[in-house]
Antibody, heavy 128, light 107 residues
Framework: EVQLVESGGGLVQPGRSLRLSCTAS????????MSWFRQAPGKGLEWVGF??????????EYAASVKGRFTISRDDSKSIAYLQMNSLKTEDTAVYYC???????????????????WGKGTTVTVSS | SYELTQPPSVSVSPGQTARITCSGD??????AYWYQQKSGQAPVLVIY???KRPSGIPERFSGSSSGTMATLTISGAQVEDEADYYC??????????FGTGTKVTVL
């Protein structure tokens, strides 16, 4: 069974750091890009960032709201993706989800990623 | 920035058909994806590449796309289909975009 399990969430003070983990099982982790999303209470889904597979350079992209504060990495030997969150703000309070991202190609020949498997999420609360 | 527009809410009686629309200028050339999110749970992919259904998703879920509008149809809606539904696609540069979300009520 394909599964993603997030961990590492909790209560943290503004300005502090937290590292989330996403442990994958049931598929070849290294073959896929992985994303992080978040959802603030009562709000919609917000993309946080993603990391490509090593075959595509293992490079990362981030949303403007977290760029420079958050870092995504991966350990293919352990099938784990990480989200390092520094300088946390109260507005970072949310449920954080990781996703498995297959690659597709559209009618313009542009490669893109979509999310086919989501973890159950881990809650991050930033408050003093 | 590119936007995907959905109606805020759709109501349907059990056994009837619910249709959720997603409007976006790039949809004629970009695939639409649909995610179901029940209260307190993670999203689940119910339709990919406009009209394909992942394994395990009931046949009552179907998708279509024409011009600038993609549609998710729930034929014979069940009480357990009550959820928020989000469309997802990409813009002309391949950047990902979520729709505004539609709350489906079955009663």
């Amino acid at each position: 069974e394909v599964q993603l399990v997030e961990s590492g969430g909790g209560l943290v003070q503004p300005g502090r750091s937290l590292r989330l983990s996403c442990t994958a099982s049931g598929f070849t982790f290294g073959d896929y890009a992985m994303s992080w999303f978040r959802q603030a209470p009562g709000k919609g889904l917000e993309w946080v960032g993603f990391i490509r597979s090593k075959a595509y350079g293992g490079t990362t992209e981030y949303a403007a709201s977290v760029k420079g504060r958050f870092t995504i990495s991966r350990d293919d030997s352990k099938s784990i993706a990480y989200l390092q969150m520094n300088s946390l703000k109260t507005e970072d309070t949310a449920v954080y989800y990781c996703t498995r991202d297959p690659q597709g190609v559209d009618g313009d020949g542009i490669y893109y990623y979509y999310m086919d498997v989501w973890g159950k999420g881990t809650t991050v609360t930033v408050s003093s | 920035s590119y936007e995907l527009t959905q109606p805020p809410s759709v109501s349907v009686s059990p056994g009837q058909t619910a249709r959720i629309t997603c409007s976006g200028d790039a949809l004629p050339k970009k695939y639409a994806y649909w995610y179901q999110q029940k209260s307190g749970q993670a999203p689940v992919l119910v339709i990919y590449e406009d009209s394909k259904r992942p394994s395990g998703i009931p046949e009552r879920f179907s998708g279509s796309s024409s011009g600038t509008m993609a549609t998710l149809t729930i034929s014979g809606a069940q009480v357990e289909d009550e959820a928020d539904y989000y469309c997802y696609s990409t813009d002309s540069s391949g950047n990902q975009v979520f729709g505004t979300g539609t709350k489906v009520t079955v009663l």
